[in-house]
């Protein structure tokens, strides 16, 4: 590994405007670090990245590079690109165990963090290190959000994730597992008990359902269920998968990994939402793709479908008269998730959209004052990268309220 990367560092052209650093979301500054890198100085270079994104180690093994850092090299136009990722994975992974936490002085403002995701995980560090006190509510066992209960072992080991809690807790961070806001405990309560800002990041968990006949069959299941734990499901030999995302390709892979011999993925079109990489992925490990087939229902023998009429341009038009059934055990509908609303339903003033995703302001603060919120539960499923980006901005903006409000 370590000549491998040493190769691509040596390869990276050091532009003076680098199009990897654009294309990133949190705009790492991939020359410098590789620059670094290369005079040794890796641990310069790791608390660079950890200072730019907490989450740089975690975004370097599931980020999607080929759209970003990898997809913006001058050197992918016609050739291959310089694989950031992998140097970024080695300096961060040495990075994460051998820093020296630091804090500046406390403040007496207690923060409140609901779920430990990619973007509460980020507030919370940003926060903690300016010297708040930092409170994580997460409603599961363990950290991580989607990372520990959405993205397969194989994609990324959930050892990173003991790392990062150990992280958390240095920094003065606590940590209330196995405890839903919302429900006996609500912003509210957070409120009243002397909170002086609070955070939503709680992602979006729940499973966008088809809306056709057959979806409450016992052989039938929703790929965000199955992901937090496919041990507990017996999907049998053939399983059928609705849906070609990133989402959707975990889901195909995790099954082939647990005792399905034959997974076949649908898609209405030809456009799908899953990189090339995760596909190709898909693909290696054995799942078929069907397209052009649009879902009519399920039956306990498989889904049914009809196929879709698509014009030049592979848009779908139409489709043809007739239905197929097809022959699965299981049926996995993987094709996107939302927001759970029990926040909105519990916060007096606390408002969402038709969508169910919480509104906010240019300053990442919702519709109740001192109560902000980023990552998915404001956009919509989007990437680890992405949830980080927002987090920052929140953060800053959480410091400039309480500053303002401690005045």
């Avoid at 957070?190 to 052989?219: H, M, Q």
């Avoid at 949830?387 to 959480?398: C, F, H, P, Q, Y």
Wanted: include cysteine; hydrophobic fraction near 40%.
């Amino acid at each position: 590994m370590a000549i491998h990367i040493i190769d691509e560092a040596n390869r990276c052209l050091n532009c003076k405007k680098p199009k990897c650093m654009e294309g990133c979301p949190v705009h790492t500054p991939v020359p410098h670090i590789i620059q670094l890198f290369k005079e040794h100085q890796v641990m310069d270079a790791g608390r660079e990245l950890f200072e730019n994104n907490p989450m740089s180690l975690i975004c370097s093994i599931v980020c999607n590079h080929e759209m970003q850092c990898a997809g913006n090299c001058v050197l992918g136009k016609k050739g291959s690109p310089v694989h950031f990722s992998s140097i970024e994975t080695y300096i961060s992974d040495m990075y994460l165990d051998r820093m020296k936490v630091k804090t500046a002085e406390q403040k007496k403002q207690n923060v409140a963090v609901i779920g430990a995701g990619p973007a509460r995980m980020t507030v919370a560090v940003i926060l903690a290190q300016n010297g708040y006190q930092v409170t994580i509510f997460e409603q599961q066992d363990k950290i991580g959000g989607i990372k520990q209960y959405g993205i397969p072992e194989f994609r990324l080991p959930k050892t990173i994730l003991s790392r990062y809690q150990k992280k958390l807790l240095e920094l003065g961070i606590r940590i209330r597992p196995n405890t839903a806001i919302g429900t006996t405990l609500t912003i509210e309560d957070l409120l009243r008990d002397g909170y002086a800002s609070v955070f939503v990041g709680t992602g979006v968990w729940k499973a966008r359902n088809l809306g056709i006949p057959g979806e409450c069959l016992a052989n039938v299941h929703f790929g965000i269920d199955y992901l937090a734990n496919p041990s507990a499901y017996s999907l049998g030999e053939k399983v059928a998968v609705i849906g070609m995302g990133n989402a959707a390709m975990d889901v195909a892979r995790t099954a082939l990994r647990n005792g399905a011999h034959q997974v076949t993925m649908y898609a209405r079109g030809r456009r799908i939402a899953a990189s090339s990489h995760e596909m190709a992925y898909a693909e290696l490990d054995g799942a078929e793709f069907v397209f052009g087939k649009a879902i009519e229902r399920i039956t306990e023998k498989g889904p049914v479908f009809k196929t879709s009429i698509m014009d030049e341009n592979n848009r779908v038009t139409g489709y043809e008269e007739g239905e197929e059934q097809t022959e699965a055990d299981s049926t996995i509908i993987a094709i996107s998730q939302g927001p759970r609303n029990r926040l909105i339903r519990t916060t007096v003033g606390l408002e969402g959209s038709d969508k169910g995703l919480l509104i906010v302001d240019e300053n990442h603060m919702t519709t109740r004052k001192g109560i902000f919120a980023a990552g998915d539960v404001v956009t919509g499923s989007k990437t680890v990268v992405h949830a980080v980006e927002a987090a920052k901005k929140a953060a800053e903006a959480m410091m400039r309220y309480m500053e303002k409000e401690g005045a």
